[in-house]
């Protein structure tokens, strides 16, 4: 699936997410990233290490709110799998919004979010 909004170059912006070796891969902006990655419009975070949803840790919840999100979303690969409630509430707790999506809607939603100029923030697992 390719992506083709245009925004300023200073701006992250996924400009595809498709099926690659050996889980998935992701083009933001001119770079090829094959793993998962924590993103907003200006950082990304590669974190190889986080490959399913159960292992989002405390360390990754703080490193989102430290980019002050008004809303994070959590892409969890070809299909929609919720963490632990725990972890959603952590964002509700400080008022970030907080959705839970396969990495593509996630994908998709973070580029209206960002041309938009949200300060959205994305955890893409592939």
């Known amino acids: ?3 083709t909004q245009d925004l ?3 701006v992250n912006v996924i400009r ?3 099926r690659g070796y050996p889980r998935g891969e992701l083009r933001i902006n001119d770079k090829l ?3 998962s990655l924590i993103l907003s419009s200006t950082t990304i975070q590669p974190e ?3 490959t399913e949803v159960a292992g989002l840790n405390d360390a990754h919840v703080a490193y ?3 980019l002050k999100p008004e ?3 959590l892409g969890t690969g070809q299909r929609q799998v919720f963490p632990n409630a725990s972890v959603g509430a952590r964002f509700l707790q400080v008022g970030v919004g907080f959705e839970v999506m396969d990495t593509g809607a996630a994908c998709r939603t973070f ?4 041309g938009e100029q949200r300060q959205v923030v994305a955890l893409l697992l592939l």
């Open 48 to 50: 190889p290490a986080l």
């Open 111 to 114: 580029n209206v979010l960002v």
């Open 64 to 66: 989102i709110l430290g």
């Open 71 to 73: 809303v994070v979303l």
């Open 8 to 10: 300023s170059s200073n």
């Open 16 to 18: 595809g997410y498709g």
């Open 1 to 3: 699936m390719r992506f």
């Open 33 to 35: 990233f094959q793993q």
